[in-house]
């Protein structure tokens, strides 16, 4: 038991270096970015071509980053009281433009005063991952619904879209590492999620049919508001 708790406290090290390490990284990769983009419209033929695949490989590391890595915060994770409705707050603040901007709509109903414990960053990272599938999974008039409740001693958040679903041999295979059926895509961002959410004790369920849509359900134990935390 002790060697394990040494593990997982290692493991967490290493989690907050690589994700102080991509921040880093960040800057420098939109600057390469910009560059590379000047020579590409002053260039022909072959040297053109080297720069597009520059370009593709350098979005592609930005991905990762995204996927894996954006919110975890520099920091040892303490452990929070999350209000669910200032969280979504932040989280639609980032992607209800990314929707509006491919002409779908998002909406939500999140009343106040439904609390977990965690940590903000992660939470916002794996919420992330969800709606950013649903929003990249949406066709014709896509829409992307989430709403939460309490349930006994549980906090219940749904997302649902009208995207193009998936076959349960695909659902099986959720949250393995680096399966991913975009040209563009990591594989990496469910595997995070599955992660961060069984870390705060919560659990994960997708409900999924090819040509209709997806709906995630995640469940947490409720905290209950003001309650001063112990670390
Ligand atoms: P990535 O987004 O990089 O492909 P993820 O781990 O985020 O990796 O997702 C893995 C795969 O799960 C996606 O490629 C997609 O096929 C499927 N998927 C996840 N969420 C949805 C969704 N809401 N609708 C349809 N397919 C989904
Ligand atoms: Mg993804």
């Known amino acids: 038991f002790n060697r394990e708790l040494q593990r997982s406290e290692k493991m967490e090290i290493i989690s907050e270096l690589a994700a102080s390490v991509a921040h880093e990284v960040r800057n420098p990769l939109q600057v390469t970015r910009g560059f590379l983009q000047l020579l590409q419209g002053k260039s022909q033929n072959k040297d053109r071509e080297y720069i597009t695949l520059a370009l ?3 979005d592609r590391a930005s991905s990762i980053i995204t996927d894996f890595l954006t919110f975890a915060k ?7 009281l999350l209000e669910l409705s200032d969280e979504f707050r932040h989280i639609e603040g980032i992607l209800v433009p990314l929707a509006n901007f491919q002409g779908s709509k998002m909406t939500s109903r999140i009343p106040k005063g439904l609390y977990i414990e965690g940590n903000s960053s992660k939470f ?11 929003i990249e999974a949406l066709q014709e008039d896509g829409q992307i619904h989430i709403w939460a409740y309490m349930e006994q001693e549980e906090v219940v958040i749904h997302i649902r879209d009208n995207g193009e679903g998936m076959e349960p041999a695909e659902m099986a295979r959720l949250g393995e590492p680096y399966f991913s059926n975009k040209t563009k895509g990591t594989g990496l961002g469910l595997m995070v999620t599955f992660r961060i959410i069984e870390v705060m004790r919560g659990e994960l369920t997708f409900h999924s049919k090819k040509g209709v849509g997806t ?10 508001g003001g309650e001063t935390l112990s670390s």
């Open 56 to 58: 593709k490989e350098l």
């Open 74 to 80: 520099p920091e040892i994770d303490h452990v929070q």
């Open 124 to 134: 916002k990272q794996a919420f992330i991952n969800i709606v950013k599938n649903s």
């Open 215 to 224: 709906e995630v359900i995640v469940r947490f134990p409720a905290a209950s």
